[in-house]
C-alpha cells in the first residue's frame, strides 16, 4: 500500500482538526477514517494505522491551549513560536534528558508570559516531542484558516 501524499494546501486544512493526541499512546495521530463507534487513525511516526473506540479519549490538536498569566493561547500559536525559534527544525536539545531549568529558559523565549504555576515541566516535554513529531512529519504550518477568520470577524 502507498502512503496517501497531502499538498500543502490540504495540510494547512489538515492540521489542527485532524491531528490527534490520544491518552496512553505515545505521539500523534492523523484521523484516516470514520466509522461506527470508533475511528481509524495512522501514527505521524511510523505510519501504522489503528482503530481507535468511543472508550479512548481523543483530543484534536486544535482543542489545546496553553495556560498563560493573561489569557489562555492556542497550541496552534505557541507551536508557531516554537517553529520560529527553531527555524522549523526539530528541537536541538535532547527533551528525556533536559533539565527543568532548561525546559523552562526554552519556553520562556517560546511563550514568555506562561504561568509557571500551571505549565509542567512534562507539558514543556509533551510540547517539544509533539512540535519535533510535526516537523518530521512535514507539517511546518500550524495556523488554521478557520480559526484566523473567526478572530477576524471577532476583532470587527
Known sequence: MQPILISRIQKKKYMLKNILAITGKPGLYKLVSRGNNMLIVESLVDGKRMPTYARDKIVALSDIS?????????????LTSAG??????????????????????????VLPNWDRDRVYPSDIRKLIQWYNILVNAGFTDFTDKEEEETAAEEKK
Not at 496553553?66 to 505557541?78: H, P, Q
Request: proline letters at 3%.
Open 84 to 109: 520560529k525559534k527553531e527555524g522549523l527544525k526539530p528541537v536541538a536539545f535532547d527533551v528525556k534528558k533536559a533539565s527543568n531549568n532548561e525546559l523552562s529558559t526554552w519556553f520562556d523565549e
Open 66 to 78: 496553553m495556560f498563560t498569566d493573561a489569557d489562555d493561547v492556542r497550541l496552534s500559536e505557541v
